[in-house]
T-cell receptor
Framework: DQQVKQNSPSLSVQEGRISILNCDYT??????FLWYKKYPAEGPTFLISISSIKDKNEDGRFTVFLNKSAKHLSLHIVPSQPGDSAVYFCAATYNAGGTSYGKLTFGQGTILTVHP | GAGVSQSPRYKVTKRGQDVALRCDPISGHVSLYWYRQALGQGPEFLTY????????KSGLPNDRFSAERPEGSISTLTIQRTEQRDSAMYRC???????????????FGPGTRLLVL
């Protein structure tokens, strides 16, 4: 039962262009969403997050959009740089009784390659 | 400062053996999490601790898996009677504040690659 899905295993983008990574979820209880970035041989690194009370959160070149009715979120990277080449994971969580925010549910990941 | 460290980085064992995987969280971080990651997949939650208390172990696949954090710092994930299907990357993460009623950023370690022959 994959509650968080990233349907694109890979994405290739030219340097300077926009990268759009997508994520869908099925559990309507999720109320907090995160994107992690992972380089080879390293652990995932937190990138940006969004609460369900918002529909957009921006941090520099990175913007996350949340569409609750569609149970869909996306990460926009503008402009894309070769150093952004990595695996990107979306993750979701919710609070049920004050203990569940410790549990992140991850998607399968999307490999982003930014070509110079 | 030092990040989350895990040891060993690689572990090869024979089916039926017990293994212990260690996680050293970032100094001062009170919450610690264990995940398992299969090849080509995202991390899958196993369990987490606030201080020494195990708050949620709903992700542990069966009773061969256990975790402890006796002094609220270093944690050990133990897999008894390993099976080939246990082969995966085991990742540990820690967060500064107490996980629970609000979201704390989780900082991940490099993982332990376990191979069961």
């Amino acid at each position: 039962d994959q509650q968080v899905k990233q349907n694109s295993p890979s994405l290739s983008v030219q340097e300077g262009r926009i990268s759009i990574l997508n994520c869908d979820y099925t559990n309507s209880m999720f109320d907090y969403f995160l994107w992690y970035k992972k380089y080879p041989a390293e652990g995932p690194t937190f990138l940006i997050s969004i609460s369900s009370i918002k529909d957009k959160n921006e941090d520099g070149r990175f913007t996350v959009f949340l569409n609750k009715s569609a149970k869909h979120l996306s990460l926009h990277i503008v402009p894309s740089q070769p150093g952004d080449s990595a695996v990107y994971f979306c993750a979701a969580t919710y609070n049920a009784g004050g203990t569940s925010y410790g549990k992140l549910t991850f998607g399968q990941g999307t490999i982003l390659t930014v070509h110079p | 400062g030092a990040g989350v460290s895990q040891s060993p980085r690689y572990k090869v064992t024979k089916r039926g053996q017990d293994v212990a995987l260690r996680c050293d969280p970032i100094s001062g971080h009170v919450s610690l999490y264990w995940y398992r990651q299969a090849l080509g997949q995202g991390p899958e939650f196993l369990t987490y601790f606030n201080y020494e208390a195990q708050q949620d172990k709903s992700g542990l696949p069966n009773d061969r898996f256990s975790a402890e954090r006796p002094e609220g710092s270093i944690s050990t994930l133990t897999i008894q009677r390993t099976e080939q299907r246990d082969s995966a990357m085991y990742r540990c993460a820690s967060s500064l504040g107490v996980a629970g009623g609000y979201q704390e950023t989780q900082y991940f370690g490099p993982g332990t690659r376990l191979l069961v022959l």
